[in-house]
């Protein structure tokens, strides 16, 4: 019975309005080169700090100079802030689902009634 109710929560999330802005802001984002490229540049300078950070060293002041110059072009363009919003929504989304599983094993731990399906 959970494995069912746990596929119905499921599709009805994949049906969701805030699911369905995500899905395809991030589609949008997928296919805009610039902001992909963008991303790909930044991930790769942060892998390299990473690997200065795991060493002991501190990234280089041009290093950190490079990632706020990415990070404030990508935080400009329109997919990418489509993108972001979209996900701070399905985010309050989940969380409010949660919520409710997690009041309703509250109230289900309490009751006297045993359900088998």
């Known amino acids: ?20 802005a995500l899905k395809r802001s991030s589609e949008a984002l997928n296919e805009d080169r610039e902001s992909v490229a963008l991303l790909q540049q930044m991930e790769k300078l942060r ?25 404030e072009k990508i935080q400009s363009q329109t997919a990418y802030q489509r993108a972001v919003a979209a996900q701070e929504n399905f985010d309050k989304v989940m969380l409010r689902v949660n919520q409710w599983i997690m009041d309703g094993m ?6 006297s009634i045993i359900t088998l399906g």
């Open 1 to 20: 019975m959970l494995e069912e109710k746990a596929k119905e929560l499921g599709r009805l999330i994949g049906q969701s309005p805030e699911y369905q």
């Open 47 to 71: 892998g390299e700090a990473q690997q200065l950070i795991q060493r002991g060293e501190n990234p280089t002041a041009e290093m950190e100079e490079q990632l706020d110059s990415m990070l």
């Open 106 to 111: 509250k109230k289900g731990a309490t009751s």
